[in-house]
């Protein structure tokens, strides 16, 4: 019986570790292929002025970036026209990246596609910690959900005030953690992405991120605590 106890607290303990993960990787997956919202930055940021991007080939751009993100794109060589001073040139289709931006933003598909493919197996392994805790002990789910969910709402609520309150240096250590090499710190004066993807963008890219985990993290701590409470105080009553 005490074996049987301590395999039920492992279990539980790992699907609370990997519901917030689960969760918190959906979000940026959410986010990042927002193609409304990005269109909607490309447009409070002055991209195409700033890019000097024919302006209607913008959407594709955005298109072929989000494609790109999502593995559709073998490569990052992405082309359009760009404006000229004189009016009556014919438009011819360059390509718009360097290579220092093109080996980047592999290094940034390839960290993705890592973490989406860690949320699929997290996710497959907490549908059978899932079941095998229903058959087992179906209350541990509800504390392992709300004890998972609580504690990982705190952390998202650290990192979500860092960004905030220190938005470059929050934004300088996570590229120092997970990339190997400095080519993401770009020069506007070479580099387009910084134009396409500037600072504001990020800052709302990330915002909506840490909203869309602490939303769904903070309703489930407040069910599965609900639940939890009145259990409590329903054994209390009859003790």
Not at 226 to 237: D, G, H, P, Q, S
Request: proline share 3%.
């Amino acid at each position: 019986m005490k074996n049987n106890n301590k395999w039920i607290a492992i279990i539980s303990v790992i699907l609370g570790i990997l519901f917030p993960f689960i969760i918190f990787v959906t979000a940026v997956e959410g986010a990042v292929f927002d193609k409304t919202f990005f269109m909607q930055q490309m447009q409070a940021n002055d991209v195409v002025e700033n890019t000097g991007i024919y302006p209607d080939d913008m959407k594709l751009v955005v298109d072929e970036i989000l494609s790109f993100l999502k593995g559709d794109r073998a490569d990052f060589d992405i082309q359009a026209r760009l404006t000229q001073k004189n009016p009556k040139q014919e438009l011819a289709y360059v390509s718009i990246f360097n290579q220092k931006e093109i080996t980047h933003m592999v290094d940034v598909r390839d960290l993705f596609q890592f973490f989406l493919a860690l949320r699929d197996i997290a996710l497959a392994a907490a549908l059978i910690l899932f079941v095998v805790l229903l058959e087992q002990d179906p209350a541990a789910i509800i504390k392992s959900l709300f004890y998972g969910s609580a504690i990982y709402l705190g952390i998202f609520i650290i990192i979500g005030g860092c960004f905030i309150f220190n938005f470059d240096a929050s934004f300088t250590l996570f590229h120092k953690l997970f990339f190997s090499n400095n080519l993401w710190l770009m020069d506007p004066a070479t580099d387009r992405i910084i134009w396409i993807v500037p600072e504001p963008f990020f800052f709302n890219l990330i915002s909506r991120m840490v909203i869309y985990t602490l939303v769904p993290l903070g309703v489930t701590t407040a069910m599965t605590g609900t639940v939890l409470y009145w259990k409590r105080k329903k054994n209390r009553l009859y003790l």
